[in-house]
């Protein structure tokens, strides 16, 4: 199976702040890596696909990047809306899938 | 616009089994570009994959779940369904349907739909 670490776990920043959020995979999982946001008491939504490309509607503060083992989400400036849990997931393994355990972003 | 509605009991006694539907409304089951699953998420954790159908066939489950699923599609009704045998508490979660592109992203996801396993 492949794993999916994210770090950190949680992380609290300032409106304005540019953060990055970290997913290592187990393995070599080449861009098949898909990133979520999830507000609490609503269903994840998806941000960047494939590594780094934006789905439709999100703004462009949002970036992905990465290949092989290591990839991340970036925010260049943090906007209040933004403070939620973020997700990775994997679809290298498809008909398979897993799930990076989730970095919970917090108002400082 | 796509949208994905769950609905079920969301109550289920322990060894039942737990079924729900997911209606599509905004677009066609039956194209041959996507997928539909079915993700849950535990009280206070993180997501969890449970498995995925295409139209014409062709199931697909998290073998963590030990062959207790089944998803099927039914095209004349525009919905898709999920069945998980013999619950236990551990399948207490938020259970999400959604689309999957065959390219293996999951967009749009449903509102979520909560199921409690107890007596």
């Known amino acids: 199976d492949i794993q999916l670490t994210q770090s950190p776990s949680s992380l609290s920043a300032s409106v304005g702040d540019r953060v990055t959020i970290t997913c290592r995979a187990s393995q070599s999982i080449s861009v098949y890596l898909n990133w979520y946001q999830q507000k609490p008491g609503n269903a994840p939504k998806l941000l960047i696909y494939a590594a780094y490309s934006l789905q439709s509607g999100v703004p462009s503060r949002f970036s992905g990047r990465g290949s092989g083992t290591d990839f991340t989400l970036t925010i260049s400036s943090l906007q209040p809306e933004d403070f939620a849990t973020y997700y990775c997931?994997?679809?290298?393994?498809?008909?398979?899938?897993?799930f990076g355990q989730g970095t919970k972003l917090e108002i400082k | 616009q796509l949208q994905l509605q769950e609905s079920g009991p969301g109550l289920v006694k322990p060894s039942e089994t737990l079924s729900l539907t997911c209606t599509v409304s905004?677009?066609?089951?039956?194209?041959?570009?996507?997928?539909w699953g079915w993700i849950r998420q535990p009280p206070g954790k993180g997501l969890e994959w449970i498995g995925s159908?295409?139209?014409?066939?062709?199931?697909y489950d998290n073998p963590s779940l030990k062959s207790r699923v089944t998803v099927s599609v039914d095209t004349s009704k525009n919905q898709f369904s999920l069945n998980l045998s013999s619950v236990t508490a551990a399948d207490t979660a938020v259970y999400y349907c959604?689309?999957?592109?065959?390219?293996?992203?999951?967009?749009?996801w449903g509102q979520g739909a909560p199921v409690t396993v107890s007596s």
């Open positions: 959604v689309r999957l592109a065959t390219r293996g992203w999951f967009d749009p």
């Open positions: 159908a295409y139209y014409s066939g062709g199931t």
């Open positions: 997931q994997q679809s290298y393994s498809a008909p398979m899938y897993t």
């Open positions: 905004g677009g066609s089951i039956s194209s041959s570009s996507y997928y």
